[in-house]
């Protein structure tokens, strides 16, 4: 499959752990966020968003936490399984009027 | 409900030469953008188009072209190709303009320019 990312920070982590991705966005005006998985050989996959006016979203087995204050976005994955194995991309907007902006990725390996 | 459909899924291209890439969205979807991905740049927008009318525009030389039809079917053009125009070309729907709302993307065409 492609290669999305050849010097992308790894996370490793044991299967059933939980996985903290983070994310430092840079525009202090954005005000919607989202995380997507991509796997190899595929289009990146919508996990979840979360708008400025909150500061946590919870979805299945995923938790978004967004810091304005520090400009910090996280990911948490509970139980992680070796399917979740991917690359995992932050991307930030504003004004519901620009295109996401995309952070560079976080690969995640899962040992099972 | 069809995900977003990209084809073809693999092309390769001589430098010189023109590339048109195909990109149907979900239906009901209006809004179509357009990203380039390769290992060194990591994911950039290219263009948006919404109800045909590009509505936002990338950084990226005129080379690249897009163009929206009334169905909300979209495709990209690339001319003149380089080497460096190699990469994985996504296109994303959404239901709304602007990118602040949830986007599908498709699996993307891996262009090869050799």
């Known amino acids: 499959g492609e290669s999305v990312g050849l010097h992308l920070p790894t996370l490793s982590v044991q299967e059933g752990d939980n996985s903290i991705i983070n994310c430092a966005y840079s525009?202090?005006?954005?005000?919607?966020f989202i995380w997507y998985k991509q796997e190899s050989g595929k289009g990146p996959q919508f996990i979840i968003d979360?708008?400025?006016?909150?500061d946590k979203r919870q979805g299945q087995r995923v938790t978004v936490l967004l810091n304005k204050t520090v400009k910090h976005l996280s990911l948490q994955i509970a139980a992680t399984q070796p399917g979740d194995s991917a690359v995992y991309f932050c991307?930030?907007?504003?004004?519901?009027?620009?295109?996401?902006?995309f952070g560079k990725g976080t690969r995640l390996s899962v040992i099972a | 409900k069809a995900g977003v459909t990209q084809t073809p899924r693999y092309l390769i291209k001589t430098r010189g030469q023109q590339v048109t890439l195909s990109c149907s969205p979900i239906?009901?979807?209006?809004?179509v953008s357009w990203y380039q991905q390769t290992p060194g740049q990591g994911l950039q927008f290219l263009f948006e188009?919404?109800?045909?009318?590009?509505?936002n525009k990338g950084n990226f030389p005129g080379r690249f072209s897009g163009r929206q039809f009334s169905n909300s079917r979209s495709e990209m053009n690339v001319s003149t190709l380089e080497l460096g125009d190699s990469a994985l070309y996504l296109c994303?729907?959404?239901?709304?303009?602007?990118?602040?709302?949830?986007?599908?993307f498709g699996q993307g065409t891996r262009l090869t320019v050799v």
């Open positions: 994303a729907s959404s239901s709304r303009q602007g990118m602040n709302t949830e986007a599908f």
């Open positions: 525009n202090s005006a954005s005000d919607y």
């Open positions: 979360i708008r400025s006016n909150m």
């Open positions: 991307a930030e907007s504003y004004s519901g009027n620009t295109p996401l902006v």
């Open positions: 239906s009901g979807h209006r809004s």
């Open positions: 188009y919404f109800s045909e009318t590009q509505r």
